[in-house]
C-alpha cells in the first residue's frame, strides 16, 4: 500500500541519548551524530501515550505470552507512533531508534483483532526473552531463512505447539535466536508431522543476532531540551508569518480552535505573538463531551471569555440522517450543514468586512492537505467567503506539534490519552474502526445509538453486514465497498 509523498522524514534518532531529534544530524546534547530513523510514510510521527502502550503491551501478551509487552516495550524510555497506510489503523512502533514492530487493527478477518506484528528488532527481543510461536529450523535451513526463504517441513526441528493457523511466528536457530518473521501455514500441532511442504511464509529474513538494547530513564523533558532551538526556529517563523499577516491585511483575526492538538498548537503561537484576536469554536451537536469541556477550560485558563465566539448549529445530525443517509468521506453532507453554513453566517455577523483566520493545517495529515500546502501558508478559502486562512503549522509534523505543546506545558485534550489519533466528530466517517472501539470502551452507550443507527439503515436498504463490520457505511459509494485506504 504505497503513500503518496506529503513531505520529507524528520525523524532522527541519538543512538547516546537514546531520544528522538528533529531535523538534525547531530544531538546538541552529546554532540553524537544522529541516524535517520527508516519510518514508512507519511512520516507523521507522534508519542505513544499510555493507553496507546497498554494497548501495544496487551496486544504482544495475547499473541506472544504474558509478560513479553512490558520486556519487549520498556518502561522509561521515549516511545513513538508512526502512522502506516493500512484499512484501519495501523502504526509503527518505535523505540531505542528502531522499529519494533507495528501494531494494527486487522478488519481483514472475520472478527476484527488487535494485531502485534514483529518487525526485525521486536523478534530479537521476543526470542532472547522467551516468547511463544516459534518454530525452530536446523542448522542448515538457517542461512535460508535469513534470506527470507520459506520454512519447509523437513528443516524444522521443534516448534511451539500452541501456534495456529496464519499466526505471526518468529523463525529460531538451534541457538534459539531469532532468524525469520513469518505466517504460519501449518498449526503447531500439524508441524511435527508434516513431512513435505511449506509450514511458515517468511515475510522477512533476520541477518544477525545482535541485539541492542538501550539504557532506559529517558524524559520528554530531556527530549525538550534536545529540541530546542529547532522549537525556537520554527516559532519564530509561525510568529513571523502573524506579523506579515498583520501589515498585509487590516482585517480582524481569529483562531479557529477545535479542541484538536493542531488547533491548540496554534492558539499558542497566536497568543505568543501578543495579537488581538477571538477565538471560534464550533459545536455540531455530535462533539465528545471531554472536547466540550476541554474547550471551556483553555477559554477559562487563557482568560478568553471576552474574545470568544461559540457557535452551536440548529441542525440535528440524527434528523438529517433519517432523509440523507449515514454521512461519508465521500459524502460530507455533515460538513456543509453542521459546520459550514455555521461559519458562513457567524462570519456575515461579525466580520462583515472579512477575516485572517488562523488554522491547524498540517501537509502530513491527508493527500489533500499536502496539496493545498502547495498554495502556500495564506490561502484564500475556496468554501467562505471573505475568509483568507492562515496556515502556522502547515509543515509540521505531529511530534513537532507535540513538542510544542509540551514545551508550553499547555493542556491538551484528554482524548488523546485514551488512544485516539485524531479528534473529530464522534461518528465522523473520517474516523478508523479502530475509533469506534475506543467509543465502545469510554462511551458504551453512544457506541450503541450508532450501532442501532447502522443496524437501522442497513435493514431499511438491505446493505449485507460487512456494511458494519468492515466499516463500508463511511462509503456513499457502492464501488468503495471493499477494504480500501483512502488518505
Ligand atoms: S468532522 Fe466528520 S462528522 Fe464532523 S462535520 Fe466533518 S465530516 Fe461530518
Ligand atoms: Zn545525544
Redesign the pocket.
Known amino acids: 500500500m504505497p503513500m503518496p509523498f506529503l513531505g520529507k522524514n524528520h525523524l532522527y534518532w ?1 543512538n ?2 537514546n ?1 528522538p531529534i528533529l531535523e538534525k544530524n547531530n ?1 546538541s ?4 551524530s544522529t541516524e535517520k530513523v527508516p519510518i514508512t510514510a507519511p512520516y507523521d510521527v507522534r508519542p505513544a501515550f499510555d493507553k496507546d502502550l497498554e494497548l501495544i503491551r496487551r496486544t504482544i501478551d495475547n499473541q506472544f505470552g504474558k509478560g513479553l509487552g512490558l520486556k519487549v516495550i520498556e518502561d522509561h524510555k521515549i516511545i513513538l507512533l508512526n502512522k502506516a497506510p493500512y484499512f484501519d489503523r495501523m502504526d509503527e512502533i518505535i523505540l531505542d531508534g528502531k522499529i519494533l514492530g507495528t501494531i494494527r487493527y486487522n478488519i481483514e478477518r472475520a472478527q476484527p483483532i488487535w494485531e502485534f506484528i514483529p518487525r526485525i528488532e521486536g523478534a530479537k527481543r521476543l526470542a532472547k526473552f522467551g516468547c511463544k510461536k516459534w518454530v525452530k529450523v536446523d542448522e542448515d535451513a538457517v542461512k535460508f531463512i535469513r534470506q527470507a526463504a520459506n520454512v519447509l517441513a523437513p528443516g524444522v526441528i521443534d516448534n511451539d505447539n500452541s501456534i495456529e493457523y496464519d499466526e505471526y511466528v518468529i523463525v529460531i536457530n538451534p541457538n534459539s535466536e531469532a532468524i525469520g518473521i513469518g505466517v504460519s501455514r501449518a498449526t503447531g500441532k500439524e508441524i511435527p508431522k508434516k513431512k513435505k511442504g511449506m509450514v511458515v511464509k517468511t515475510k522477512r529474513g533476520i541477518q544477525d543476532a545482535t541485539l541492542n538494547i538501550l539504557p532506559s530513564g529517558q524524559t520528554w523533558d530531556l527530549v525538550l531540551e ?1 529540541n530546542s532551538k529547532m522549537l525556537e526556529n520554527k516559532e519564530k517563523h509561525a510568529l513571523n508569518l502573524i506579523k506579515n499577516v498583520i501589515k498585509r491585511y487590516d482585517l480582524p483575526k481569529l483562531v479557529s480552535f477545535s479542541g484538536g492538538k493542531d488547533s491548540i498548537c496554534t492558539l499558542m503561537l497566536v497568543l505568543e505573538s501578543g495579537i488581538d484576536f477571538k477565538v471560534f469554536y464550533l459545536d455540531t451537536g455530535i462533539e465528545f463531551e471531554e472536547t466540550l469541556n476541554y474547550v471551556n477550560e483553555i477559554i477559562r485558563d487563557f482568560k478568553l471569555n471576552d474574545s470568544f465566539i461559540l457557535c452551536k448549529t440548529d441542525e440535528d445530525f440524527f434528523k438529517n440522517i433519517e432523509t440523507q443517509g449515514v454521512p461519508g468521506k465521500d459524502y460530507r453532507w455533515c460538513n456543509r450543514l453542521l459546520k459550514l453554513n455555521v461559519i458562513i453566517q457567524m462570519i456575515e455577523q461579525n466580520f462583515p468586512e472579512g477575516i485572517i483566520t488562523f488554522v491547524g493545517s498540517r501537509k502530513y495529515e491527508s493527500f489533500s492537505r499536502y496539496q493545498d500546502s502547495l498554495k502556500g501558508h495564506i490561502v484564500k478559502s475556496k468554501l467562505i467567503n471573505k475568509q483568507i486562512n492562515v496556515n502556522l503549522i502547515i509543515n509540521w509534523t505531529a511530534l513537532h506539534v507535540w513538542l510544542y505543546i509540551f514545551s508550553k506545558k499547555v493542556k491538551y485534550n484528554p482524548l488523546y490519552k485514551l488512544g485516539y489519533e485524531r479528534i473529530g466528530c464522534m461518528y465522523c466517517p473520517a474516523n478508523k474502526l479502530a475509533d469506534l472501539e475506543i467509543l465502545k470502551e469510554i462511551h458504551p452507550e453512544l457506541y450503541e445509538k450508532w450501532h442501532k443507527i447502522l443496524e437501522n439503515q442497513a435493514k431499511k436498504f438491505n446493505y449485507p453486514q460487512e456494511w458494519i463490520t468492515k466499516g463500508f457505511w463511511r462509503y456513499n459509494n457502492k464501488e468503495k465497498w471493499r477494504l480500501n485506504t483512502d488518505y
Open positions: 541519538c547516546n541519548c531520544i544531538c546534547i552529546c554532540n553524537f534536545a
